[in-house]
């Protein structure tokens, strides 16, 4: 049973556009959410986070945008720019289990970004 | 601050052999986690401790495999008899405390089993 989906395995966009990338849950107790980038041969490091009671946070060039009526967040990457080629992974945890907050990941999508 | 390390980064070995991985990390971090990344998939969390007790261990095959985390510092986790679905990165990673969304991930060790 897949709670976190990335139904895009892959996205390439070209330098300086945006970048969207798309995840979708299923589990209503989720309330947290985060992104992580993934380089080749390295461990994931944080990118960004959404708490449900909020439906965007921003961090310079990265955006993400919480639908929680459609169980569905975004990442929004503007502008895009070579560094950003990586695997990104959406996360989800459910902050109400008393600090063991286990994190549930979606499948990941690598992004290209062509010069 | 050094981050979370692990070792061997890659290992590759036959279909029922054994194989520990060894993880240290970041120093403070009471919380440690071993997640498994098959090819194509997300991390999926394997065991989670808090100092040297088990908190989370509900996806952990405990048929084959086993995890300790001895004085609550260094965590080792052990596969035997190992099988070919096994390949895959596995990834330790270290919070504080009740900050598990604020993990750090150390860079995994590739395991081959064929």
């Known amino acids: 049973d897949q709670q976190v989906k990335q139904n895009s395995p892959s996205l390439s966009v070209q330098e300086g556009r945006i970048s969207i990338l798309n995840c979708d849950y299923t589990?209503?107790?989720?309330?947290?959410f985060l992104w992580y980038k993934k380089y080749p041969a390295e461990g994931p490091t944080f990118l960004i986070s959404i708490s449900s009671i909020k439906d965007k946070n921003e961090d310079g060039r990265f955006t993400v945008f919480l639908n929680k009526s459609a169980k569905h967040l975004s990442l929004h990457i503007v502008p895009s720019q070579p560094g950003d080629s990586a695997v990104y992974f959406c996360?989800?945890?459910?902050?109400?289990?008393?600090?063991?907050?286990?994190?549930?990941f979606g499948t990941g999508t690598r992004l290209t970004i062509i010069p | 601050e050094a981050g979370v390390a692990q070792s061997p980064r890659y290992k590759i070995i036959e279909k029922r052999q054994s194989v520990a991985f060894w993880c240290n990390p970041i120093?403070?971090?009471?919380?440690l986690y071993w997640y498994q990344q098959i090819l194509g998939q997300g991390p999926k969390l394997l065991i989670q401790f808090q100092n040297n007790g088990v908190v989370d261990d509900s996806q952990l095959p405990k048929d084959r495999f086993s995890a300790e985390r001895l004085k609550g510092v260094d965590s080792t986790l052990k596969i035997q008899p190992a099988k070919l679905e096994d390949s895959a990165v596995y990834l330790c990673?270290?919070?504080?405390?009740?900050?598990?969304?604020?993990?750090?991930f150390g860079q995994g060790t590739r395991l081959t089993v064929v």
């Open positions: 996360a989800a945890t459910s902050l109400r289990g008393f600090g063991n907050e286990k994190l549930t």
């Open positions: 990673a270290s919070s504080l405390p009740h900050r598990g969304t604020e993990a750090f």
């Open positions: 589990n209503s107790m989720f309330d947290y």
């Open positions: 120093s403070g971090h009471a919380t």
